[in-house]
């Protein structure tokens, strides 16, 4: 290892983060005083510039969405900074910048991250949007793009249309000339989603999505539905199917049991599937960053990925930050700035 290079930045003992004094409102967020992490081999240190807030943070408040074993018990799942020390193997990163998915830790001044799951922050790209794209770009496309296969000229259904993971794929689908419909719970979500490139933006509260998504494609149905309601939007969502259509549960905001009618599975030979990130291994999340490179990396170098942005908030105000997205207001992605 280079010593040399990982002594290049000093780094303090300690840091501001953000605890959760106890399972709760957005008040359990506490800013206090924790030791800096030590990156371990293959892991670097990254003085955070942002972290993202994602909603799995506010479940994790609110205790029902523990970190996996071995990840920190400090929520926050995506971080964007300068690598300013890193531990056997990683040293060749010293001094870059970089965005990060973590498994828990980003709502810090420093955050230990694995190799193999930073993305390089181009120059030019702001550190602030950068880290609002790990989270939501590894899951929408691990879920959209592998699991549901979308290719362009399908048509997908997406609810949620201007949360984090849904304008993430608005933004995918328009670079990848695929169809996206999505779902809003007011007709300001709607407008908005639309012009951050949503081809039908859906009120459900004002409106059945199944008869819009039937008449949107003429009878047929979308190819993938990607869901993070669950609960009665499952059976819904098969109806919105096409044959041989895709349905990948992300998550069961609105409940975590579903009844449906077998035989449309079989009739149109649906397939159902879904997936949870933070828990997979080190070596599949590096995995996804390798793919990342490959086939979506170049569109940010370029300008053309960048997210919906919401607000920006201090880290230590990140109590308000959870206190904008459990009301529901937020279109985009909130970021703390560290
Ligand atoms: N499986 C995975 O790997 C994975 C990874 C990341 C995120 N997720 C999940 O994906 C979901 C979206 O995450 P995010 O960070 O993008 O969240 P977010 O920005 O807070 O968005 C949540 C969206 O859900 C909609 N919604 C529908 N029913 C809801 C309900 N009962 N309660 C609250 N919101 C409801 C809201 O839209 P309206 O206001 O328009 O109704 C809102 O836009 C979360 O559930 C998260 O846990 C899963």
């Known amino acids: 290892m280079a010593d040399a290079d990982v002594q290049q930045f000093a780094v303090p003992s300690d840091m501001t983060a ?32 942002a972290a993202g807030v994602n909603r799995p943070d506010v479940l994790q408040r609110m205790g029902k969405y523990p970190p996996p074993p071995g990840a920190s018990d400090i929520p ?66 691990t879920n959209l793009f ?43 979500k709607c407008a908005q989603a639309r012009e951050w490139g949503a081809d039908h933006a859906i009120n459900y509260r004002t409106g059945d999505y ?26 819904r969502n098969l109806e919105c199917l096409a044959e041989d259509g895709r349905h990948v549960s992300i998550a069961v905001l609105g409940g975590a049991k579903a009844s449906i009618f077998i035989p449309a599975i079989m009739s149109k030979r649906l397939t159902i599937t879904g ?11 590096s995995l996804v960053a390798d793919e990342l490179m490959r086939n979506v990396w170049s569109f940010v170098e370029e300008g053309r990925l960048r997210p919906a942005m919401d607000r920006r908030f201090a880290l230590t105000d990140a109590a308000k930050a959870h206190a904008r997205m459990d009301a529901g207001e937020h279109c985009g992605k909130i970021v703390l700035v560290a």
Not at 210 to 235: F, H, N, R, S
Request: with cysteine; charged share 15%; hydrophobic share 45%.
């Open 275 to 285: 997936s949870t990130l933070r828990a997979r291994s080190v070596g599949f999340k």
């Open 18 to 49: 953000i605890g959760i004094a106890a399972p709760g409102g957005p008040d359990m967020l506490v800013p206090e005083r924790r030791p800096v992490p030590v990156p371990g081999a293959g892991e670097v240190l990254i003085r955070v510039a």
């Open 210 to 235: 199944v008869a819009a998504v039937k008449e949107i494609t003429g009878g047929k149905g979308v190819q993938a539905v990607l869901d993070m309601v669950g609960g009665d939007y499952v059976p």
């Open 76 to 141: 926050g799942l995506e971080v964007a900074g300068t690598v300013v020390a890193a531990g056997e193997g990683a040293d060749m990163m010293v001094g870059q910048k970089v965005c990060a998915l973590l498994a828990g830790g980003g709502y810090a001044e420093y955050a230990v991250a694995p190799a193999g799951q930073c993305l390089p922050v181009p120059n030019g790209v702001d550190l602030v949007e950068a880290a609002a794209l790990p989270e939501t770009l590894f899951t929408v496309w």
């Open 146 to 188: 592998e699991r549901a296969y979308v290719v362009a000229g399908d048509t997908v259904l997406v609810h949620g249309g201007t949360s984090g993971i849904g304008t993430m794929a608005i933004t995918l689908c328009r670079l990848f000339d695929i169809r996206i419909v999505v779902t809003c719970g007011s007709d300001g």
